[in-house]
């Protein structure tokens, strides 16, 4: 079976974890990287979030912190939702693994000129900076697909460029 490449950007609360939990159980993906933007909760929250879940299914691949705040708005967080450490209080260990310096534009730049063509992104959180990947899309040749808007429906292939 030939495995899917993905990058899943994200704003790990209690939905993304789930997303992450689910996406470590399909066979067919092949998970690359994950990067980290403020959303549920701030992006310090969601990198650490990202981190304890990697470490519960032990997950090996990288974390990326990304976006601090929206480009064009005021950063609203969720912890009517999802609990002031985004996981709902759930307590899991922090891993003691650094952290890569290379921030999560960059990496995921290098990773779908790496893969040329034939990256998929699988983007949960808050769209931080589409401009900036909607260009790397165009430059890189990702495939993107979409499961955002506030629900998660079928992933469907997306022109980049339509979403500058």
């Not at 990067?35 to 969601?46: I, R, S």
Request: proline residues 5%; hydrophobic residues 40%.
């Amino acid at each position: 079976m030939k495995r899917i490449p993905v990058l899943i950007d994200c704003d790990p609360g209690v939905d993304d974890a789930a997303a992450l939990l689910l996406a470590n159980q399909i066979p067919e993906l092949d998970i690359q990287a994950v990067t980290t933007v403020a959303g549920n909760v701030e992006v310090e929250q969601t990198t650490v979030n990202a981190q304890k879940i990697r470490s519960l299914i032990n997950g090996t691949f990288p974390i990326y912190r990304g976006a601090e705040k929206p480009m064009v708005r005021t950063l609203v967080t969720a912890p009517e939702f999802h609990g002031a450490d985004g996981l709902g209080g759930v307590f899991l260990e922090m891993p003691q693994e650094s952290m890569p310096t290379e921030k999560a534009w960059d990496a995921i730049y290098r990773i779908a000129k790496a893969y040329d063509g034939e990256l998929t992104l699988i983007t949960l959180g808050p769209d931080q900076y589409w401009d900036c990947i909607g260009k790397i899309s165009r430059t890189a040749g990702v495939i993107e697909k979409n499961c955002h808007d506030g629900r998660c429906c079928s992933w469907r292939k997306c022109d980049a460029s339509s979403r500058i």
